[in-house]
């Protein structure tokens, strides 16, 4: 559900809040169930030794007397009698648990015949018919204030209890709160080794249970620290005990006679070379380098222009007239010229030397998109997926190529590391659309063209 918190800390609490809840409504059921034929026995007796001292008073009483001790009844007590006749406009006794129960007590007591009523010709009080005399077929309607069956509950024990009420949900949060802010400090951590970072030591403190995750989270960091440090030391051997005897190699080629033997050899050696340095690139953490503003217009541009001077045709598609400038976002700049160079790169190796290659940047939606267009074969729908993975080639007319088979894996992983993707999409006339679609998490003010 969309209206429900998504944060385990929020959920908890509503959780515990309504269970609490809950329980003082059943508390308040299981009151008034267990406290209503208490009271309803004492009002009944109440009833009943009103009505039996007012008959005693009234036949011990003279007859000349009987007025004044009514008066008195009236003045001091708010007890009234009326004689009863058949004509009398009585109201129904309400459909109530608790006065049926009182009718049915007072019966026993005073009679079969007894009755009890809220109302009587308009006056609204509590009416119970009773006898003078037992052998007298007159009965009267003793009244008295309806007060002594309403009960009015007390505002400052409501106010009381919403207090402890609050006070218990104050306490249920600080609990749940306590138990969720470790999690959150782990959420935290995981996050920035998702990123690449190496996040602070967690408290190891706590619950048991919290502690243990804690401790395991804090090893697994450090393992990968140290995996992180192991590989960094790896690539520096390899990078020099590979690359320096490839150049010695170069420099003893240079120096043969055989200028045919030595251009292919030379071309076998930077074959190889860019080789170990797709390897690299692979293997090396996108992680270590710091985001910053990137203008992407900008890279692009300098990228084309290292190209053209190589002899390539690479140009950058000029914007739509009209269209906003691509908003400048926080990057990492080395990454990202590492990605669209092997776009490139593949884009020329496939679509041959004199196909030009088209670059275009464009920003949609919260994204930025590059895309390297180029008119070579093209790459079949099947196989998009799999050629994004490492060492994977195609068996068509794309494999013809050298190379480790790391370009798009090394791209693939870039894009991610920028909350982005890599698409390869057929290019409308024939060739490959290789776009690149990035989302990175600062943006920052466009800048004017």
């Known amino acids: 559900m969309k209206l429900l918190p998504r944060s385990l800390l929020w959920r908890t609490f509503l959780f515990v809040a309504l269970l609490m809840l809950l329980s003082v409504a059943a508390w308040f059921a299981i ?135 609050l006070l218990s949900l104050l306490g249920a949060w600080l609990i749940v709160f306590r138990i969720t802010r470790p999690l959150k400090a782990l959420q935290q951590a995981a996050r920035k080794v998702g990123a690449g970072e190496t996040p602070a030591r967690l408290d190891e403190s706590g619950p048991t249970e919290l502690a243990t995750v804690a401790r395991a989270f804090n090893q697994m960091s450090s393992d990968l620290a140290q995996i992180d440090q192991d590989r960094a030391l790896i690539l ?89 400038p691509a908003p400048t976002f926080d990057l990492r700049p080395q990454a990202l010229r590492r990605a669209v160079s092997n776009l490139i790169d593949n884009a020329l190796r496939h679509a041959g030397r004199d196909n030009p290659v088209e670059l275009g940047l464009s920003a949609a939606a919260g994204e930025i998109v590059i895309e390297v267009a180029d008119r070579g074969p093209g790459i079949p729908p099947q196989d998009v997926e799999r050629i994004k993975r490492p060492f994977a080639r195609l068996e068509a007319a794309r494999s013809n190529t050298a190379g480790a088979g790391l370009g798009l894996a090394i791209v693939e992983r870039i894009a991610r590391s920028h909350n982005g993707r890599l698409e390869l999409l057929p290019r409308d006339g024939g060739g490959l659309v290789a776009r690149l679609a990035l989302r990175p998490l600062i943006p920052q003010p466009a800048t004017a063209p």
């Open 31 to 165: 009151f008034r169930a267990y406290e209503r034929e208490p009271r309803a026995r004492q009002l009944a007796q109440t009833l009943v030794s009103v009505a039996n001292l007012t008959r005693a008073a009234l036949i011990s009483a003279r007859p000349e007397a009987r007025r004044a001790l009514l008066r008195e009844l009236s003045d001091r007590e708010g007890i009234r009698i009326y004689p009863a006749d058949a004509k009398d406009r009585i109201a129904p006794l309400p459909d109530r648990a608790f006065l049926h129960l009182v009718e049915e007590q007072v019966r026993e007591q005073l009679g079969p015949t007894t009755r009890l009523s809220l109302e009587r010709e308009g006056e609204r009080a509590l009416f119970v018919n009773f006898r003078i005399d037992d052998n007298d077929d007159d009965s009267y309607w003793l009244a008295l204030p309806r007060e002594r069956i309403e009960r009015v509950f007390p505002l400052g024990w409501l106010g009381w209890g919403v207090a402890a009420l």
């Open 236 to 324: 520096a051997g390899v990078s020099h005990d590979l690359r320096t005897p490839l150049t010695r190699l170069r420099m003893g080629i240079e120096m043969s006679a055989d200028e045919s033997l030595r251009e292919g050899m030379t071309a076998d050696i930077e074959e190889m070379d860019k080789t170990i340095g797709q390897f690299l690139d692979f293997a090396r953490s996108e992680g270590g380098e710091t985001p910053q503003a990137v203008d992407l217009a900008a890279l692009l541009d300098d990228l084309a222009s290292q190209y053209r001077r190589r002899g390539f045709t690479v140009a950058l598609a000029a914007p739509v007239a009209g269209a906003a």
